[in-house]
């Protein structure tokens, strides 16, 4: 069965940065990648996803700050997130794209002074 373990949240201020990584227990060739958040009271929602070939596509509260990345081998998806603004705490997960397996634990982003 494979797993995803993300990491690399915590607390930052308003206009931090952090870089997110999430560990695939199997290969992502030919997978498209994704992550996606979920805030308190609120639904899981679709933040970047990256193709095969590394077309990647951005929620619009998140365009020109946070950038989507992956290798493949092994495999692995980033989430660099600048200009980090308090309506982005959430808890940060990583998923295959559309079709997603069993979430993974998570890493909580609290932006925060």
């Known amino acids: 069965q494979v797993q995803l373990v993300e990491s690399g949240g915590g607390l930052v201020q308003p206009g931090g940065s952090l870089r997110l990584s999430c560990t695939v227990s199997g290969t992502i060739f030919g997978i498209y990648m994704a992550w996606y958040r979920q805030a308190p009271g609120k639904q899981r929602e679709l933040v970047a996803r990256i193709t095969t070939d590394r077309s990647t596509k951005y929620l619009d509260a998140v365009k020109g700050r946070f950038t989507i990345s992956r290798d493949n081998v092994p495999g692995a998806v980033y989430l660099q997130m600048d200009s980090l603004k308090p309506e982005d705490t959430a808890v940060y997960y990583c998923?295959?794209?559309?079709?997603?397996?069993?979430w993974g634990q998570g890493t909580q982003v609290t932006v925060s002074s």
């Open positions: 998923n295959h794209y559309p079709n997603t397996l069993s």
